[in-house]
Every structure is written in structure tokens, then in C-alpha cells.
T-cell receptor, first 112, second 115 residues
Framework: QKEVEQDPGPLSVPEGAIVSLNCTYS??????FMWYRQYSRKGPELLMY????GNKEDGRFTAQVDKSSKYISLFIRDSQPSDSATYLC????????????FGTGTQLKVEL | EPEVTQTPSHQVTQMGQEVILRCVPI?????FYWYRQILGQKVEFLVS????????KSEIFDDQFSVERPDGSNFTLKIRSTKLEDSAMYFC?????????????FGNGTRLTVT
């Protein structure tokens, strides 16, 4: 079983839709959960950063973590064509430095 | 907003040649990292670096790889004798602290093509 699993997509939605992106993981030591956005031929850009279980909201973005189910989500409200990118989930455990384990990324396309 | 900068954006080299990839981390950050992404695959950790020492490295980071902070601003990744399978995007990242509460900020990467 992979440490972090993420549906690669592609996921295509109309402008204005609510987008739900998800990752599952197997390592119960993961405590910090991140979502990065990656445009084509660019580096990962940090969107959301959460610790342990719960919700975090930032503008149109909401990150949810359910540690009991080992499941994290990113919701994008009122999606825009500029949200079209690959979304990467990433995780790390406490202690032992700052090494991130990434999912494969979900490619999202928001269409006019 | 401060950012991590990487040069060159694209490097083409022949198999067996040495390459040096360069990074300027965010100025008040103390921890530095290299990750790579082979085309179509996930981003993978290579190495973390703090206080002029390697903190942690992955199995990928073998004797062909080395990192250095030659001065107060640059952070480099050297590949001594490149192989075809080293072709990938290489991302530098930095963070203020080395703990889990300090997020990593990535540069835009160097695309390395080994022919």
C-alpha cells in the first residue's frame, strides 16, 4: 500500500462549481497536512497547511483532515479557470525533520 | 513576497557529465531541501540541510549526489556523473525551522535533461 494515495484525475468542472480533492494515507505518524498547487512547469505553491484533525478555511479554500479515517480533503468554492492546475497533497510527521511525502497530484481543469 | 529562486531553469547535459543546480533560498530561512519530480511521477524528497550539514537523505541521494552552501546565500546540488534516469525536475525548498510547524516554500525548479 502506498503511503499517500491521490486520484490523478483529470478532473474537469464548470466555472463556479465546488471542487473536492482528496488524499488517503496509511502512515498514522503523519500530523501535518498540506495542499500545494502546481501550474505547468512551475514549482509547488503552498495553499493550505493544517495540523492534526479539523478544518481550516482561507478564502475560497477549505482544508479538512480526518485522522481517524486517514483522509484529507481540499474544497474549492466558486472555482475559476485560474484554478486549473495540479493539486498536490503532502504530509509529514512530527519530529525527524521536515521531510514531506507527496501524493501523485490531481489535475484540475475549470472550464468556462 | 520572498521566494526561492533556482537557476538555470533548464539544463541539458550528456550522460556522465557533472552538473550543478543552484538555489537561493528565502533569506531568513535556515533549512534547505532538494526534491525531484520525474515526469509523470510524484515529487520525491532527496535531502535536507541545516547548519552546513545534511540532516536527512533519501535512498535516491547516493554517492553521486552532494549538496553545499558555498556562501551565505546559495545552496547547490551537484550530480557527479549524470545518468539518463537523473532526468527530472529538481526543486529546491526552504523553511524557517526544521520542525513540522514550519512550512516548506519551493522554487520553480530546474528541468534537467540527460542525453
Amino acid at each position: 500500500q502506498k503511503e499517500v494515495e491521490q486520484d490523478p484525475g483529470p478532473l474537469s468542472v464548470p466555472e463556479g462549481a465546488i471542487v473536492s480533492l482528496n488524499c488517503t494515507y496509511s502512515n498514522s505518524a503523519f500530523q501535518y497536512f498540506m495542499w500545494y498547487r502546481q501550474y505547468s512547469r512551475k514549482g509547488p505553491e503552498l495553499l493550505m497547511y493544517t495540523y492534526s484533525s479539523g478544518n481550516k478555511e482561507d478564502g475560497r479554500f477549505t482544508a479538512q483532515v480526518d485522522k481517524s479515517s486517514k483522509y484529507i480533503s481540499l474544497f474549492i468554492r466558486d472555482s475559476q479557470p485560474s484554478d486549473s492546475a495540479t493539486y498536490l497533497c503532502a504530509m509529514k510527521s512530527t519530529g525527524g525533520g521536515n521531510k514531506l511525502t507527496f501524493g501523485t497530484g490531481t489535475q484540475l481543469k475549470v472550464e468556462l | 513576497e520572498p521566494e526561492v529562486t533556482q537557476t538555470p531553469s533548464h539544463q541539458v547535459t550528456q550522460m556522465g557529465q557533472e552538473v550543478i543546480l543552484r538555489c537561493v533560498p528565502i533569506s531568513n530561512h535556515l533549512y534547505f531541501y532538494w526534491y525531484r519530480q520525474i515526469l509523470g511521477q510524484k515529487v520525491e524528497f532527496l535531502v535536507s540541510f541545516y547548519n552546513n550539514e545534511i540532516s536527512e537523505k533519501s535512498e535516491i541521494f547516493d554517492d553521486q549526489f552532494s549538496v553545499e552552501r558555498p556562501d551565505g546565500s546559495n545552496f547547490t546540488l551537484k550530480i557527479r556523473s549524470t545518468k539518463l534516469e537523473d532526468s527530472a525536475m529538481y526543486f529546491c525548498a526552504s523553511s524557517e525551522r526544521g520542525t513540522g510547524s514550519s512550512p516548506l516554500h519551493f522554487g520553480n525548479g530546474t528541468r534537467l535533461t540527460v542525453t
